[in-house]
């Protein structure tokens, strides 16, 4: 699990220097930012455990999903943002962001109702990694060097703790 973060670590901080001070003033300059991620990541969690043992087989993403597009569209009702401008291109983004959102997530709640655990978890150290080769991909940015580099910890750190979990 460990190489899987510093993997990760390695990934995020690119080909730049990375240390804990720059890290602690990173969370200085934007604490609202990291308070949210980890809320996130312990949200997410909870979500997992809870899905396992209560979900009984019912897929409640198709309700998360209306729900959350039901809150943005108020918050953006209600806030001061600019005119949306609708285009052919924009709306087929959209579109197929949304099946590919809607598709993880489903495939991804009936995992943890139904699947190995123990495997999903061990797949689940490079949803970060594909995350952000799709975004480099979409964005048409090339990955840098460490890209590779943490891929590679991040890989050796999954397989190790397939391997442990077998045991």
């Keep these: 699990m460990l190489l899987c973060l510093l993997g990760i670590v390695w990934v995020m901080k690119g080909d730049g220097a990375w240390s804990a001070m720059i890290f602690w ?3 200085q300059r934007n604490p609202s930012g990291y308070g949210m991620a980890f809320l996130a990541a312990m949200t997410w969690a909870l979500y997992c455990v809870f899905t396992r043992y209560f979900g009984s087989g019912v897929n409640g993403v198709p309700l998360f999903l209306v729900a959350t597009a039901g809150v943005l569209w ?3 009702v209600f806030t001061d943002q600019a005119t949306l401008v609708f285009n ?5 983004q959209v ?6 959102m809607a598709t993880a997530y489903s ?3 009936h995992s943890i109702q ?3 655990l123990a495997i999903l978890a061990t797949m689940s150290y490079f949803t970060p990694v594909f995350s952000v080769l799709l ?7 090339h ?3 460490g890209f590779m580099y943490g891929v590679s910890l991040v890989t050796l750190g999954s397989l190790l703790s397939g391997w442990a979990s077998k045991r």
């Design 25 to 27: 003033q990173n969370i």
């Design 135 to 141: 975004a480099s991909m979409w964005l048409g940015i």
């Design 74 to 76: 108020l918050a953006y």
């Design 114 to 116: 139904h699947g190995n």
């Design 143 to 145: 990955p840098h060097t």
């Design 88 to 92: 052919l291109g924009g709306l087929l």
């Design 95 to 100: 579109f197929v962001m949304g099946v590919m």
């Design 107 to 109: 495939c991804w709640n």
